[in-house]
């Protein structure tokens, strides 16, 4: 599966953005998939997961309440939409494909190119 992200820019704190993930490849509805972000010198976190087949959510405490992952099967996207966003959540947000059983970052893979997400405050 090749993945790229999308719908990054500059918003002011507490606004709002969607990213968008499209998929193209092998059978996209079969995979469940995460969004992960990484800020400025810190590494990769775990940001939103949607598994493939029940559409069950999970998310980091720090986005929860915030952020809202769904995907469009017949589209071959998946969505992280944003809201009441803060300046520390500011970094490249990836989608990737789930792989292993958890949510860390080696529990992903086809990792796509990210999208910038820049929250002034």
Not at 41 to 63: C, H, L, M, P, Q
Not at 83 to 110: H, I, Q
Request: hydrophobic share 35%; charged share 20%; glycine share 12%.
């Amino acid at each position: 599966v090749q993945l790229q992200a999308s719908g990054g820019g500059l918003v002011q704190a507490g606004g709002s953005l969607r990213l968008s993930c499209a998929a193209s490849g092998r059978t996209f509805s079969h995979f469940s998939m995460g969004w992960f972000r990484q800020a400025p010198g810190k590494e990769r976190e775990f940001v939103a997961f949607i598994s493939w087949r029940s559409g069950s959510t999970r998310y980091a405490d720090s986005v929860k309440g915030r952020f809202t992952i769904s995907r469009d099967n017949a589209k071959n996207m998946v969505y992280l939409q944003m809201k009441s966003l803060k300046p520390e959540d500011t970094a490249v947000y990836y989608c990737a494909v789930r792989t292993g059983a958890g949510v860390r970052t080696t529990d992903f893979g086809s990792w796509g190119q990210g999208t910038l997400v820049t929250v002034s405050s």
